[in-house]
């Protein structure tokens, strides 16, 4: 009887397609051997070591890796890759339905093979595979690898091919020197610098905003102005402020010689982008106002051109793809023109982030998205995802994250570039958005909840569950106040004074919760650093509510935040701005140090208190438009040089309450010289921003070339304003280097309205 029923156990078995378990490993001993081919690529020999590298972490066996099929002692094989002999003991497997990236985990008999779409996906295959035994790669500095003694080979089969076959996330932590991790997450876009060994990633020559690289205005602005957009009577070209004129013949004709050049350097890259500069609108000249009018729309005019540009580009390089933008002025669907098969559309979200892109508030790109769709089955994704007004803030969108990526694959996009943080490596949560974007674009059935319970159990050790609290309460506290979470939003009114006194306590939880592991706590302090800076954006009555009923020491707070922002290089506060520490620390506590420079002759008859200045130390500079320098020339040896190239407000002063406090309507005084100046022309604009909800500027000071008597320092002014905690000053160049080399700040400061 027992011998009858072990041959009918047998027989079930095998017709259930589950066979007698093989061992990778058992109690420390190989029971297998890895076979990579002859013919193996790059990509699946390393494979073939990640493998061999986990196996041996988890359990201390090293299994050997051979070139040849036979086996020793009757050990099973892991056949690697998709290699000749792959193919021979996979007769008849249609290798091509794993395109693009897909993975293949198969039993074929006592053996296992992983393999996959070349030249990335036998990697995936294995890293999927250490992944369904514990490993877990989290971070660049966190791999989670499980202590075993035995590993059998799996009892099931797996073939996947992920939707998207481009995965990019510009989260600082995955892009910046990390093309190992970036790997082991299946990424493979433009700003994943991979190497072949690891498989590679998809490059995109330009990138985006490529009208200004191809035909840069510096090299052809000044022989063919015409070249360029016409706004207002005036030409302009260049990266902020120009566009180029898209129905000029001649320009068309070098364009595409260029484009041209620009892919002979790069003959591999497989994709160029074509597409609008960033920051200003199209050309309005006649022949460009008629074209559109019998075109459509703006984008009509654009795609045209993209077409013809894509159509000289498939004579010399048929297999290239020819990227553009659908944003700003060009994200509406065109109405007649049509994408070419080899034209490539990069939809730009920009969405309120605290609802789903398909939420009645995205209506707009909700409508695009679907339109777009409908034209081409070339359609890649750019989704904002961080809050650029202030990256040190909380930001919580993460409720969004999967049902977006699903919308937009239901909606037929095939590469989706999720836009995070490129400046600071750990702020607003950016290791598990980093790590959830990764994950969910591979593969968005996922459970999100999970995944992040994952990555800050692993992560965060025994603070986990706080920190995983505390996201949860930020994300129900805006759900509550149902506020908007826009993408430049610079303060977070769902954070009510009763949400941060619970937010400081769970982070005191999460400390207590790992005290005494220093690369723990590190950690834990760097995600309460979001709530510290949002406690700086109080008012000072609110701050001294949460202080108290939180037990805050602020001013060992904010010396405590600025030494781990410094030392952890957290030291942007938007895109391409540096925090100004003294600026930082000043809103917060009202401290920027003694002035030591001698009073301005403008105010040496006024009383103190008439006048305030404002500490050259605060100031928040665009990265390469402004820096401070040595100057001899200024009262304190020390000035802001602003490039004349620039056109940004690329110095800006905020305002405090403790700098408006008894100055509520003040005149705003900046004492200036200038450097390389022709005779006429723009020289500078000075002003007050109103960041608040009004978002406007205020009457401020526009100054030429041919009123500045030399090139010492003089005093400009602003205007007079009624100033509030929610403005800045500000002070921009003309745009234009052969008119201005730069001009410099000495001080700035403010005198109360009426004083005398």
Known sequence: MLRYLLVVMSIALLSSGIVSAASLVNQGKPGCVIVLGDDAIPAEKTAATELQSFVQKMTGAQIPIVSSSATANGQCRIFIGQTAQTKSILPGFKWETLVHDGILRKRVGSDLVLAGDRPRGTLYAVYDYLESL????????????????????????KVYVPKLQYRETTYQRVIKKNSVFCARLRLNGHHHPIPVEYGGNYTIIGFVHTFDLILPAANYFEAHPEWYSLKSGKRFGGQIIGQLCLTNPEMKEEFIKQTLAQISQDPTAGIISVSQNDGSGPCECDACKAEVKRLGNQTDLLLQFVNEVATEVEKVYPTFIVDTLAYSYTRTPPKTVRPRHNVLV????????????????????MNDLVSWSKMTDQLFIWDYTVGFGDLHMPFP????????????????????????????????????????????MWDPSQDQDKLTK?????????????????????????????????????????????????????????????????????????????????????PLKTRGEVSKRAGLNERKMVDDYISMAKE?????????????WDEFRFAAIGDSGPNTNPVPERVKNLPATDWREINLGRVRLCTGAATIVDDPQAVSGKAIRMAGWSLDWATQFFLSEYDVKDFSKAEVIFSIRCEGRSAQGHAFDLGVYDASGAKRAGPGGTYYLQDIKDDKYHEYSAGVHTLGDEMYIYAA????????????????????????
């Open 134 to 157: 514990g490993v877990k790669f989290l971070a660049p500095d966190e791999t989670v690898i499980p202590n075993l003694s035995k590993i059998i080979f799996p009892k099931t089969d």
């Open 346 to 365: 990069r939809l730009c979200t920009g969405v309120d982030c605290s609802q789903p892109v398909d939420s009645k508030l995205n209506k707009a790109c």
């Open 397 to 440: 969108n993460t409720p969004v994250i999967t049902k977006n990526i699903r919308t937009f694959i239901a909606n037929k996009a095939i590469g989706l570039h999720e836009q995070g943080d490129l400046y600071n490596p750990d702020m607003s949560m950016q290791p598990l958005k980093a790590y959830l974007f990764a994950k969910l």
């Open 454 to 538: 994952v990555f800050l159990n692993g992560y965060y050790g025994a603070a986990g569950p706080s920190i995983y609290a505390y996201i949860k309460l930020i994300e129900q506290a805006r759900l509550q106040a149902k506020c908007l979470l826009p993408l430049f939003a610079e303060k977070a009114p769902y954070l009510t004074p009763d949400v941060m006194v619970k937010a400081f306590g769970l982070f005191d939880s999460a400390e207590k919760a790992v005290a005494g592991n220093a690369k723990l706590t590190k950690r834990v302090k760097l995600q309460r650093m979001a709530i510290e800076h949002a406690w700086t954006r109080f």
């Open 568 to 580: 952890t290089e957290n030291i942007f506060i938007s895109e391409q701005v540096l925090i100004s």
């Open 733 to 756: 160049p003309p745009g234009n280097a052969k008119q201005l080399e730069a001009f410099y700040i000495e001080r700035v400061y403010l005198v109360k309205s009426g004083a005398k």
